[in-house]
Nanobody
Framework: QVQLVESGGGLVQPGGSLRLSCAAS????????MRWYRQVPGKERELVAR????????NYADSVKGRFTISRDNAKNTVYLQMNSLKPEDTAVYYC??????????WGQGTQVTVSS
């Protein structure tokens, strides 16, 4: 079955950096685009970044463009999110997801990112 395990979150000061990882299994990782989302309590989940299956295309939310970088290693079935110049408004639980991977309502446990001084 599909499994997504996010890690790498933590507490960081404004201006700091974190690198999130997401280990995927249960589907043919290399054939699917992957996405990172984030969610703040009481708000809808927000799409942060997307990477195509072969890393040819990447897309970012305006709020993170120039600060975050999505990448993947298909040999390790892992997608990454490098987050630099972090701001307090980046505080959220971050999730990865395979684009069009079933079951559509499955989400991993996420990883908490807290940006605070």
């Amino acid at each position: 079955q599909v499994q997504l395990v996010e890690s790498g979150g933590g507490l960081v000061q404004p201006g700091g950096s974190l690198r999130l990882s997401c280990a995927a299994s249960g589907f043919t990782f290399s054939t699917y685009a992957m996405r990172w989302y984030r969610q703040v309590p009481g708000k809808e989940r927000e799409l942060v970044a997307r990477i195509s299956s072969a890393s040819v295309d990447t897309n970012y939310a305006d709020s993170v463009k120039g600060r975050f970088t999505i990448s993947r290693d298909n040999a390790k079935n892992t997608v990454y999110l490098q987050m630099n110049s972090l701001k307090p408004e980046d505080t959220a639980v971050y999730y990865c997801k395979g684009e069009n991977v079933r079951p559509y309502d499955y989400w991993g446990q996420g990883t908490q990112v807290t940006v605070s001084s």
